[in-house]
Nanobody, 121 residues
Framework: QVQLVESGGGLVQAGGSLRLSCAASGRTFSRYVMGWFRQAPGKEREFVAA????????YATESVKGRFTISRDNAKNTVYLQMHSLKPDDTAVYYCAAGALSGNAYSYDYWGQGTQVTVSS
């Protein structure tokens, strides 16, 4: 079992930055690929980024490449999403998830409750 708690969301102006954190409970954190997803109102949940077990490999959806960076600290059982150059289109509830390496939400077994990110124009 892994429990995930996100933090760091908020309201930011376009062009600004935020860092999301996701703290995991349990001793098996390092066994899971960690991902970030987001869901905007009226839209499906979409993949944002993922980091493999040691964080040595990371993946990001095209729309955030060069702006968002995922990283993880297994000693702290925490995964981060550093977001720069935020755009209004980035407004969504952001979720962290633990599971298998995939851009498909169905491959992730554990989910946090989400944190709201709002980018004003």
């Amino acid at each position: 079992q892994v429990q995930l708690v996100e933090s760091g969301g908020g309201l930011v102006q376009a062009g600004g930055s935020l860092r999301l954190s996701c703290a995991a409970s349990g001793r098996t954190f390092s066994r899971y690929v960690m991902g970030w997803f987001r869901q905007a109102p009226g839209k499906e949940r979409e993949f944002v980024a993922a980091a493999t077990w040691t964080g040595s490999s990371t993946y990001a959806t095209e729309s955030v490449k060069g702006r968002f960076t995922i990283s993880r600290d297994n000693a702290k059982n925490t995964v981060y999403l550093q977001m720069h150059s935020l755009k209004p289109d980035d407004t969504a509830v952001y979720y962290c998830a633990a599971g298998a390496l995939s851009g498909n939400a169905y491959s992730y077994d554990y989910w946090g409750q989400g944190t709201q990110v709002t980018v004003s124009s």
